[in-house]
């Protein structure tokens, strides 16, 4: 007799009508559909020929020497001379740049823009005194008169620029408290000196308006 026995089932009246087996678990489960997996599509990868190099690769001492070439170049003397020139005159720019963007200068110019004053016409008035001095020099006495007048330009010229000055100070109190006076004065001076169409940097501002 094996280990296993079929079970028999009975019917009512009592009489074994049909046998089943018993199966392990495992096996009365029912397997699943194996699932098919497609196979990727096959990507086609294209290398791009690299072109021949036209020189050779430089060592590592000769891209040195090229990049202090680039860095400092070899220049014949008057080459390094107007080099040398051209960045002075670089930082003679930025510097004055620097400076003439300051807030108590701008408002400096601004100030003398929009006025008139004595002083603009200084130059135009030498030169017609000069003119008249010369024309009159046989006449001692009326030369003398009109270099005279010179002073006397002159002499208004220092008035009304003093007079500029103070008021401008005021100005200058109540708009920028900390900002120091020191060259302003001339700077204003000169810049009132020059004719209004030749003043650099040129004016922003009309005669007449407010600062």
Do not use: C
């Not at 019917?11 to 699943?32: F, H, I, N, Q, Y």
């Not at 690299?50 to 860095?71: C, F, G, N, V």
């Not at 005279?148 to 920028?176: E, P, Y």
């Amino acid at each position: 007799m094996g280990l296993f026995r079929p079970y028999e089932r009975k019917t009512d009246d009592g009489s074994k009508t049909e046998r089943t087996r018993l199966v392990p678990e495992a096996k009365a489960k029912a397997k699943t559909a194996t699932k098919t997996v497609e196979a990727p599509e096959k990507v086609k990868v294209t290398r791009r020929a690299h072109a021949p190099k036209s020189e050779p690769t430089m060592t590592r001492k000769q891209a040195e020497a090229a990049r202090m070439e680039r860095l400092h170049p070899n220049l014949s003397p008057a080459e390094q001379r107007k080099a040398d020139r051209a960045a002075r005159a670089k930082a003679r720019m930025e510097a004055w740049d620097k400076v003439e963007a300051s807030p108590e200068r701008v408002l400096a110019r601004d100030f003398i823009d929009t006025r008139w004053t004595v002083t603009e016409f200084m130059l135009p008035a030498m030169l017609v005194i000069m003119a008249g001095t010369m024309a009159t020099i046989n006449n001692i006495r009326l030369s003398t008169y009109i270099g005279l007048l010179l002073w006397v330009v002159l002499i208004m010229s220092f008035i009304n620029t003093w007079i500029i000055w103070r008021s401008f100070k005021r100005l200058l109190a109540q708009r920028h408290p900390n900002a120091g006076t020191r060259g302003l004065l001339m700077y204003m001076y000169n810049r009132a000196l020059m004719i209004r169409r030749f003043r650099r940097p040129a004016p922003r501002i009309n005669r007449g308006e407010a600062v």
